[in-house]
């Protein structure tokens, strides 16, 4: 889980760019700087340069990321970074573009690890994470790292007025995201089933069941899935206020 201390410990690592992240009594009510925007994303793609070249040297000993834990703690870095893009037009479409990025950059790099019976735990609880991330962003919301939650992104009806708004995701980009996550879905259980002592390919349910994970498996991807059908963007309450549906 995106727990709210998990989040925080990550404010050292991640720098000068933890400045990025805002604290739950002032969430972002505007879209980044075209400057601002253009730091960040160089930032990042450094970021995804480091953990693709990591990946990539897995195996050797020069690597920094060795091992799937060290792998996901990078990722996990990125992630929480991409979550801080306020859901504003036009920053709306950099988040989401960034987050798919990630998202198959990551699940795409998992089973490329030998199969650990150690680390399916943290595997669970990041693609834990990914579900809630996408559907925050499934709901325009803005990420609040002190509730480790997305919240409703809530405007004065004059800045809506004025051309503030969120656009929801496109078709484009749903039908990529479920494709996606459809398709990690069956890499991660032929990777799964290969998962214990001998290295040999054993009933996954059996193993599942046994390390008392087999409900949090089943649940992958549950909640974005079903958030792939709604619909999003913004509303205006007729008391004044803007807020995400």
Same mark, same amino acid.
């Given at each position: 889980m995106l727990e709210s201390s998990r989040v925080k410990s990550l404010a050292p690592a991640l720098g000068n760019w933890a400045t990025l992240i805002p604290e739950s009594m002032n969430l972002p009510k505007r879209a980044l700087s075209a400057v601002q925007e253009r730091r960040l994303v160089d930032h990042l793609d450094e970021q995804f340069l480091e953990l693709t070249r990591g990946y990539k040297k897995r195996s050797e000993p020069t690597t920094h990321l060795p091992t799937l834990s060290s792998y996901l703690a990078a990722a996990q870095k990125i992630l929480i970074l991409v979550l801080q893009i306020p859901p504003i037009d036009p920053s709306t479409s950099l988040r989401t573009a960034l987050l798919l990025r990630l998202t198959n950059e990551v699940l795409s790099s998992i089973p490329g690890y030998p199969p650990d019976r150690d680390a399916l735990q943290e595997v669970l609880d990041w693609l834990d994470d990914l579900d809630q991330a996408w559907v925050a962003a499934l709901q325009s919301q803005v990420w609040d790292p002190a509730q480790a939650a997305g919240v409703d992104l809530v405007v004065d009806a004059s800045d809506a007025a004025a051309g503030m708004k969120s656009s929801p995701m496109s078709q484009t980009e749903r039908t990529r995201l479920r494709s996606l996550l459809?398709?990690?879905?069956?890499?991660? /259980?032929?990777?799964?089933? @290969?998962?214990? +002592?001998? $290295?040999?390919?054993?009933? *996954?349910? !059996?193993?599942?069941?046994? %390390?008392?994970?087999?409900?949090?498996?089943? /649940?992958?991807?549950?909640? @974005?899935?079903? +958030?792939? $059908?709604?619909?999003?963007? *913004?509303? !205006?309450?007729?008391?004044? %206020?803007?807020?995400?549906c």
């Open positions: 459809v398709g990690a879905s069956a890499s991660l /259980e032929e990777w799964l089933a @290969t998962t214990n +002592e001998e $290295g040999s390919t054993m009933d *996954l349910e !059996v193993l599942l069941e046994r %390390m008392g994970l087999q409900e949090g498996f089943n /649940e992958m991807f549950s909640n @974005t899935l079903r +958030e792939l $059908g709604a619909l999003g963007g *913004l509303i !205006v309450d007729p008391n004044g %206020m803007v807020g995400t």
